[in-house]
């Protein structure tokens, strides 16, 4: 009898383009790992606080950032420290080691770079396009 392989500390997943699910063969293709941790971590940060209809805490909550009295270095504190409260609620992350916002802004939307170590101790990054 083979002996089973320990399921993987990241999860799987059903592989997403664009917000589409893929097909493979006559299925549905599927990520694991560090792959499924950064793409259900860019669904977070994709997803408008509270409009999730199975878990009104998930996403990211950017709206007050942006409407914030304060200038631009406000924005960018506030956005940095949404982001960070957003993915360090993943249980499969350990640590947000680094936040960093794209200077060029254009309307209400900043591309947002994020370094996460996974509860595993591989470190990955992400990239997402986060709008008000």
Do not use: K, W
């Amino acid at each position: 009898m083979p002996t089973p392989v320990p399921p993987d500390p990241l999860g799987r997943g059903l592989l997403l383009d664009d917000g589409d699910l893929v097909l493979r063969g006559t299925g549905l293709a599927e990520v694991q790992g560090l792959a499924n941790l950064v793409q259900a971590l860019t669904l977070r940060l994709l997803t408008p606080y509270g409009s999730d209809r199975c878990d009104h805490r998930y996403g990211l909550s950017a709206g007050a950032a942006f409407t914030h009295p304060g200038g631009t270095r406000v924005l960018r504190d506030l956005l940095r420290l949404e982001i960070v409260r957003t993915l360090a609620a993943d249980p499969r992350v350990r640590e947000v080691a680094d936040v960093s916002i794209d200077e060029d802004r254009v309307g209400r939307v900043l591309t947002v770079r994020v370094l996460v170590e996974a509860l595993d101790g591989r470190t990955t990054a992400l990239t997402a396009d986060v709008e008000a």
